[in-house]
């Protein structure tokens, strides 16, 4: 007699209101679906700006979410903010980790992290990069990524100062600014922003272009799956989540 193995309990620290509504959705789309924990973070400013997002990724802000997740039974725990992670840079990065498994006592991750991780898993090595971020965010981005011998080939950066009005952005405009920043020598093409829907328009962002998507949202739910073990193959979540991990 099969038995259906038990459903992935998985945590996000989400820092303000855009896009959030994705991870519900994709602990919908997965069989058998996820039990999603979400805790919206504080932050002093909604900007894409250096000081602002490291403020938004600091300890305190990281430690005042982790406490709301306390006693909640989750398996995995992510940090959902790919810039309020790189910019920090890799130390910054491995003390939000660290923080993270010593208050909750699972494994942990972050945004970034996971974006470096499923670059690997789906075996590319040269990527497109559409960040909606200013340009001095997403360079920080591309650096972030050479650590780990990723090759950016092309770097864009759509210039959004907020958040907020990332989340605003429709399918048809995601699906437009894939199309624009798609590179045929590239393997891949990276959307590095959680504040930016996508779940649910995976397949057809990959469909437009031809190749692998990896969008901050998808790669943090992916992240989040494989800490705890969980990862299967699944369909309509992009090619990430068909490959045979």
């Known amino acids: 007699m099969n038995h259906a193995p038990p459903p992935a309990r998985l945590g996000f620290l989400y820092p303000g209101h855009a896009a959030e509504d994705d991870y519900p959705l994709m602990g919908s789309m997965i069989e058998p679906p996820a039990q999603v924990t979400l805790i919206h973070t504080e932050f002093l400013e909604d900007a894409h700006t250096v000081e602002s997002l490291s403020e938004m990724g600091s300890i305190h802000r990281l430690t005042e979410g982790a406490e709301k997740l306390a006693d909640s039974g989750i398996e995995s725990v992510m940090w959902t903010s790919t ?18 498994e010593k208050l909750l006592g699972v494994p942990a991750s972050t945004t970034a992290m996971a974006f470096a991780r499923a670059v690997k898993a789906i075996g590319a090595q040269r990527v497109a990069i559409a960040a909606t971020y200013p340009e001095e965010v997403a360079q920080r981005f591309r650096e972030f990524l050479d650590h780990f011998g990723i090759e950016v080939v092309h770097l864009s ?27 045929q020598d590239a393997d891949a093409l990276l959307i590095p922003d959680t504040a930016l829907h996508s779940a649910a328009w995976l397949t057809d962002l990959e469909r437009a272009i031809g190749q692998p998507v990896l969008t901050a949202n998808q790669v943090s739910f992916w992240e989040a799956l494989r800490l705890c073990g969980k990862v299967a193959p699944q369909s309509g979540l992009g090619r990430l989540f068909e490959e045979v991990l």
């Open 83 to 100: 810039s309020a992670s790189f910019v920090l840079g890799l130390d910054g990065i491995r003390q939000q980790i660290d923080t993270l």
């Open 157 to 183: 950066s759509r210039g959004i100062v907020t958040a907020a009005e990332v989340g605003t952005l429709e399918r048809e405009e995601v699906i437009e600014f894939a199309l624009a920043n798609a590179r």
